[in-house]
Each structure stands twice: as C-alpha cells, then as structure tokens.
C-alpha cells in the first residue's frame, strides 16, 4: 500500500472511531506506557487491514474524516506556541527593517556620515551572521527555549540603549547586540515550530515565522512613515518601540515548554512525553514518540557520537546533500536580490512617474506590504502545493520579473535625455556632475541627480547637478535645491532614475517580483532547512544555513551600489536574474519534497546523488 494510501486509512479509522464516540485514549507514560502503545498500534493496524476497503472506496467520508482527524489532532497550544516563536520572526523584520527610515533623521540629528550610516546598517547583518552560526552550538547544547529566550533578552536590551544612545558610538553598540539576537533568533525558531507541530501542519506553521519576518518589515515601514514627521528623537521611538514585542516573548517563554525532540535526545524522556502529549491533545503520542527515540539510537548507531558535528554531517552523504540543499536555498533567496529591490523600491516608484518625494517613505511601506500579504499566500499554498513546486513556481516567475525589472532600466537608459544646460557651481567645486552628456550618466553616479522641465511628456532644459548632501530630495544648488521653490516652478528633481516613457516597465518588474519571490522564495529557505536535517545535525545545518543567508544578505547589499555603478543598473538585475536561473537548475535536480513527511523520515529524501535528490518523494 502507498504511504499516502495507508495514511488516508489511519486518519479515517482514527477519525471514525472518534466520531463513533470511542473514549479518548488515555495517555500512557513511563514504562507501561509502551506495552499499552503496542496494544494501541496493533488494534489500529487490524482497524487498518479490515476496513481498508470502505475506507478506499468512500473519497467523501475519508475527506471528511481526515478533517476531523486534522481538528482533533491540533490542539490550540500549538499554535499559541508557533506564534510567540514567530514574534522572534517579527522582531528580525522590524529591526532590519527600521533602520533605513531611523537613519534619515539619524543622519541629521548625529551628522552621521556615509561610512557611520553603513556601520549601523551592516553591523546588525554582521552581528547577525556570527551569532546564528554560534546559534548553531548553542541550541544543541542548551535547547532551543532557552535561545529564544536569550534571542528575547537581546532584543529587549539591545532597543533599549538604541532608544537611550547620546552618541553613534552606542548607537552602533545597540545595534551589534541587536544582531547577536536576530542571528539566533532566525535560526532557533524555525527549528523550534518544525520540532513542535504535527507533520501535516509543520511547513505552514514555519511559514508563518517568515509572514511575521515580513509584517515585521511592513509594521517597520510604517512606524519609519509615522515618526519621520517628528524631526527630533523620532528615531528613538522607531528603534526603541521593538522592546514591546520582545518584551512580550520573554514572557511567554517562560511559561512554554522546550522542544520535545531536543529533551528526547537529551534523555529527559518524561519530560518530553508530557510536552508532546500537550502539543498533541488527545492524540497517542507513542508512535512518534517511538519513532523519535528509534530514529536518535539508528542515528547514533549509524554516524556515531565522536567528532564534531560539522564533521561527521560533511562526512555523512545524506546530511552532506541536505547541508548543500539547505545552504544552496538560503544563497539563491539573497542572490536573487529581495532586499536590494525592496531597498530600491522608492526609486523605482519615483521613476515610474509618482512625483511628491515625501510619499517615499510611504512608498517603501507600499512595497513591504505586497511582500507580507504574498507570505501569507505562500502559507496558503505550501501545505497544497508542497515545497518543491512552490519554490519551483516562485523563482520562476522571480527570474522573469527580474528580466522585466532590468529592461525597464535598460529601455530607460537607451532612450536617456540629453543634459541640455551646464550651469557653473557658485562655490566652484570641482564636480563629476557636469562631464555627463546624457542622464543615464548623471543617474549611475550617487553624487549627482537630474534638475529638469517636462514639455508635455518629453525633458527639456535638463542639468546634472550635485545632489544635497542632507537630502537626495533636492539639488546642492541652483534650480533644483529648494523644494518648495522648483515645484512651483514645474520643475523636477530626478536622484537615481531618469525620467522616460518606459518606466512603467520598471514598475511592473517590481510588482511582479515581489508578488513571485513572497509565497515561495521567501519562506521555502527557511521551512525547507528546518525539516531536512535529522535531529542530530538539526542545530548546526540551520546555524549554517541561516549564516549562509546573513553572509549573502550582506555581499549583495554592499556590492549593490558597485555592481550598478560598473553593470549598470539594468546590468545589475540582469546579474540577479541570472542567478535565480542557477538556483532553479540547483531546486529542479537537487531539491525533494518534504511535504507531510515526519522529521524522521525526511533524511532518507537525500540518499540518492545530489543531483537525483530532486526526484526523490517529489509527488
Ligand atoms: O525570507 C526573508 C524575507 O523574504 C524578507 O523579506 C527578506 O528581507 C529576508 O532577507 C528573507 O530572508
């Protein structure tokens, strides 16, 4: 019998045997615990055999009791459970995201320069990559409760000195203490929900972690949008109002529980029983119970307890296969360039013809808000679709609104105005701005922006003038350097993007990317990685993972500028598309389907070469 068969049989005989009033089954513990669980499995395996056939030919009455087997089994904790994990998911979105709008005000309240703005954006990055790789220790030496807890602890102390900083020096201290919390957080939590939910609802509750990622980054934006009107010490409240969440996590947790599977491994085996009969409700536990404690003495047995787990995970195939599937996700979602195009976001809005330049802050929350409400289908669709095809589907149509993206730039840039006029500077510096003939030019460099008229829909009277050091909004000088002045006057300030009649293609590449990349490219690294690694190797194959996306996260963001300034930015998203083409020959051949599988049986997806794992259990 197939295994999806045989599983149809189990949840219909469960379910049926509820809905016929059986007495719940009474939890049994300790020793006698599983004679009693042996009795149950064979009374369910002689329900299975005599009843194989109804329950084959009633599709109807088997949907409807695998819903009522679903109901049953899934208690309300877990869910309780899931999303106080995933308040370590929003908080990795709110503080990555928060900077971008803190730093606007931060620049000017601190006289920040260009190299302190970096500090305080790539520090949290930085400190992020470290302490997820450390994560990778900590979690297996101590449990995951304790790091979330710890993850917590960072957070709510680290929003803290942001919020009170009198200096840059302490604001970039704030800053690494708030990294060293959402490295541990971005790898403990998946792993955590993975560990406590039932299988047929596993990838959607992690799923959820990367929907509250991305509310995180929306809610950020909009908090950015509301304190940006309040010149002084806004930035305090945008950086500080991230202790409440935290806040209310460390609470929780001290009242949830530790993951089941870590204290199976950990001996603590009543502890566990307890823990998982909770998470299960009135479900029998000793199948998986057993089935956990089986798969930790096989896996002992098998790849033995000496060495370095990194060691033995490269010296076994198949946690070497998961590690590479698993590393390889995380590297593709950072290539394929999400956050340079939701940091870019703004401009490319601004060039698709949206001209009030205080809607820009407005503009990025837009942006966030299309990836948050696009997780949310992907939490819709994983448990339908599986992994593989939603991670297939999404970076396809990634890969294509990437090329999209980059001949808006490309049509942008070939039909490019002229610079018709070359004012002198009154100060007479010397600037790189007047030696451009063309816009495209003056765009590609950051120092300049395009000072011009509109004669119906075409430029005239265009100058390439240095832009405000305080304000990409407006020129350092001449026509363009005071707002309100040059609107009046039916001018317009172009920073970063010329003003053609292709920049809706742009804009469409945006949307679409981002209605692509949200439901599966996003989420699928994260879920994918919580569930390929057997229990041994679960703590260290996510700290590297998640390393590996902290790593990439800031390669593509620090060469950005770069790779636009030599590529083109066309060049550049030609570049990401290029990428995410690799990535989806590296999932086609070497990703498999983990849907519905219990933890325990995934590691067999990988015995197979890398390039066949893809194959494997793909239904
Ligand atoms: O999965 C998340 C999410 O999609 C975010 O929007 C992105 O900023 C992160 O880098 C990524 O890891």
Known sequence: MSRKASDNVEYTLRSLSNLMGEKRRRQADGSAGSGAAAGERSLIAAESCSSLNSAASGGELERAARRQFQQDETPGFVYVVSVFSALGGFLFGYDTGVVSGALLLLKKE?????????????????????????????????????????????????????????????????????????????????????????PHLRGRLVTINTLFITGGQFFASVVDGIFSYLAKDGWRYMLGLSAVPAVIQFLGFLFLPESPRWLIQKGQTQRARRILSQMRGNQAIDEEYDSIKNNIEEEEKEVGAAGPVICRMLTYPPTRRALIVGCGLQMFQQLSGINTVMYYSATILQMSGVEDDRLAIWLAALTAFI????????????????????????????????????????????????????????????????????????????????????????????SCIPVDKDSTMKAAWGRCS????????????????????????????????????????????????????????????????????????????????????????????????????????????????????????????????????????AF
């Open 110 to 198: 601190l006289n920040l320069d260009a190299l302190w703005q970096e500090l305080l954006v790539s520090s949290t990055v930085g400190a992020a990559a470290l302490s997820a790789l450390a994560g990778g220790v900590l979690n297996g030496l101590c449990g995951r409760r304790p790091c979330i807890l710890l993850a917590s602890g960072l957070f709510t102390a680290g929003s803290g000195v942001l919020a009170a900083a009198r200096d840059k020096e302490t604001l970039l201290a704030g800053r690494v203490v708030v990294g060293l919390g959402i490295g541990v957080a971005s790898m403990t939590v998946p792993v955590y929900i993975a560990e406590v939910a039932p």
């Open 482 to 617: 005071n707002e309100t002045v040059f609107k009046k006057e039916d001018l317009f300030w172009a920073y970063n993007f010329c003003p053609t009649p292709y920049s809706w293609t742009a804009l469409l590449g945006l949307i679409l990317y981002l209605v692509f990349f949200a439901p599966g490219m996003g989420p699928m690294p994260w879920t994918v990685n919580s569930e390929i690694y057997p229990l041994w190797a679960r703590s260290t194959g996510n700290a590297c993972s998640s390393g590996v996306n902290w790593v990439f996260n800031v390669l593509v963001s620090l060469t950005f500028l770069h790779t636009a300034e030599y590529l083109t930015y066309y060049g550049a998203f030609f570049l990401y598309a290029g990428f995410a083409a690799l990535g989806l020959v590296f999932i086609y051949g070497c990703l498999p389907e983990t849907k519905g599988k219990k933890l325990e049986e995934i590691e067999s997806l990988f015995e197979n070469r890398l390039c066949t794992c893809g194959r494997a259990g």
């Open 371 to 462: 990836n948050f409400i696009f997780t949310l289908v992907g939490v819709w669709l994983v448990e339908r679709m599986g992994r593989r095809k939603l991670t297939l589907g999404s970076l396809t149509g990634t890969a294509v609104a990437l090329i999209i993206l980059a001949s808006g730039f490309l049509l942008s840039a070939q039909v490019s105005p002229r610079i018709t006029l070359n004012p002198t500077d009154p100060s007479h510096q010397n600037s790189t701005c007047t030696k451009y003939s063309y816009c495209n030019g003056c765009m590609l460099d950051p120092d300049c922006g395009l000072c011009y008229k509109l004669n119906k829909s075409s430029v005239v009277e265009s």
